[in-house]
Structure formats: structure tokens, C-alpha cells
């Protein structure tokens, strides 16, 4: 099946709807609802040298 997958934010949920309805007769698009919960990155950490390379070369 080759098609297109439109994911909706849950917050949209009237978007949702009118795309579910606008293509419920095209087999080639599927409409869902985000189904994620919360944020998937972890948090910003600050980035730091790799610490081999600065034990490498202490004269």
C-alpha cells in the first residue's frame, strides 16, 4: 500500500474530524491522532568535551 498518513495533534481535535471525513472514501489517505503524550527529547543538558580526549595530553 502506498498512500499518505496525516497525524493530527490531539489538540485539534475538529481538524481531526473534518479530515477523517474529507477523506474517508480515498483508500490511499489515512487520517490519525497523535497518540504521544508529554515530550519524547530528553531535557538540554549542557554539551561537554568528550573526556578522553582532554586525559589524553596532560604534560
Given at each position: 500500500?502506498?498512500?499518505?498518513?496525516?497525524?493530527?495533534?490531539?489538540n485539534q481535535?475538529s481538524l481531526?474530524?473534518?479530515?477523517?471525513?474529507?477523506?474517508?472514501?480515498?483508500?490511499?489517505?489515512?487520517?490519525?491522532?497523535?497518540?504521544?503524550?508529554?515530550?519524547?527529547?530528553?531535557r538540554a543538558?549542557?554539551?561537554?568535551?568528550?573526556?578522553?580526549?582532554?586525559?589524553?595530553?596532560?604534560?
Amino acid at each position: 500500500m502506498s498512500g499518505d498518513i496525516l497525524v493530527v495533534a490531539r489538540n485539534q481535535r475538529s481538524l481531526y474530524e473534518y479530515l477523517k471525513n474529507d477523506f474517508a472514501d480515498d483508500p490511499e489517505v489515512v487520517v490519525v491522532m497523535d497518540r504521544r503524550q508529554g515530550e519524547r527529547r530528553r531535557r538540554a543538558e549542557a554539551w561537554t568535551a568528550e573526556r578522553r580526549a582532554s586525559d589524553r595530553r596532560k604534560d
